[in-house]
């Protein structure tokens, strides 16, 4: 099975807004309100910031968001900050194998 | 806050088989109905979903990796734990252990733990 495509970089300026993209298939993205996605700083641990498609946990920014159109789930960060600057991942449940699928991650990068 | 903390050798040679613990503090591993799970990450690279267990005992596994793996839960000592047979230099990573809700949203992660595969 292969991993949700993600872009490698994305970039914006501070205050902005930017969206990363999660493109899946009909057996993962496409069928089930179970994408997530992850931020994750240099030699930290993951951190959740959207589980079921567009939840956010509590503590979690709310310029965070997430959406799904068909098999394509999407990450929007707005009012960009420094330390937003991170990779991201976004995640899926796949039921042709029930398995876990992840992104390869999109590097952030704010001007 | 719940805890999880990775445990294991940090160098296994090749062919060998690669194992690892997940400790859980402050909650009980068998309190609610959560995946307890591993996930990886080769340096410099993405992460990787390993495999997954509830708190049932129903085990999930990454298609490619199945055969080589192993996860069980250890309620006596609120522990689980991993093992890959068989590892390569492919395998040297920084392995997690996480707690889900639900299986793809692994919310709770544990600091992480380097793993090389070098003889």
């Known amino acids: 099975q292969s991993a949700l495509t993600q872009p490698a970089s994305v970039s914006g300026s501070l205050g902005q807004s930017i969206t990363i993209s999660c493109t899946g298939t009909s057996s993962d993205v496409g069928s089930y309100n179970l994408v997530s996605w992850y931020q994750q700083h240099p030699g930290k641990a993951p951190k959740l910031m959207i589980y079921?498609?567009?939840k956010r946990p509590s503590g979690v920014s709310n310029r965070f968001s997430g959406s799904k159109s068909g098999n394509t789930a999407s990450l929007t960060i707005s009012g960009l900050q420094t330390e937003d600057e991170a990779d991201y991942y976004c995640c899926s449940y796949s039921g042709s194998n029930t398995a876990v699928l992840f992104g390869g991650g999109t590097k952030l990068t704010v001007l | 806050q719940l805890q999880l903390q990775e445990s294991g050798p940090g160098l296994v040679k090749p062919s060998e088989t690669l194992s690892l613990t997940c400790t859980v503090s402050i909650d009980s591993i068998s309190s609610g109905s959560y995946y307890w799970g591993w996930i990886r990450q080769p340096p410099g690279k993405g992460l990787e979903w390993i495999a997954s267990i509830y708190y049932s005992g129903s085990t999930y596994f990454n298609p490619s990796l199945k055969s080589r793996v192993t996860i069980s839960i250890n309620t006596s000592k609120n522990q689980f734990s991993l093992n890959l047979s068989s590892v390569t230099a492919a395998d040297t990573a920084v392995y997690y252990c996480a707690r889900a809700g639900t299986i793809a949203a692994p919310r709770y992660w544990g600091q992480g733990t380097l793993v090389t595969v070098s003889s």
């Open positions: 079921e498609v567009s």
